[in-house]
């Protein structure tokens, strides 16, 4: 069996280290066990799950926006950016 691959464009590796570590951790465990379902299913099954961009799929963990593609031949998660959410103001209903 191929071992899945995590891949972090430059761009997205220099957003990840600006994140304070405990978000750092999340986003890479949340991508290490997107891998491992990857490795387990169908790649494309679970990715018909996945909400898709113009660019490939998102996720969201932690308030960042995930930006990604993936190589199903190669089962290779591809990140290409991040994206900080901004938090509900507090005069806005968060319901």
Known sequence: MR???IFIAQSA????KRLPQDSRLHIETHLEN???VLEQDAPE??????PREDEGFTTNVGGVRIYFSVDTSLRALTVQR?????????DEPTG
């Open 82 to 90: 991040l994206e900080v959410l901004e938090p509900p103001r507090r």
């Open 3 to 5: 071992r899945s691959r």
């Open 34 to 36: 997107l891998v491992l």
């Open 45 to 50: 099954a679970v990715l018909a799950r996945l």
């Open 13 to 16: 590796e220099f957003q990840l």
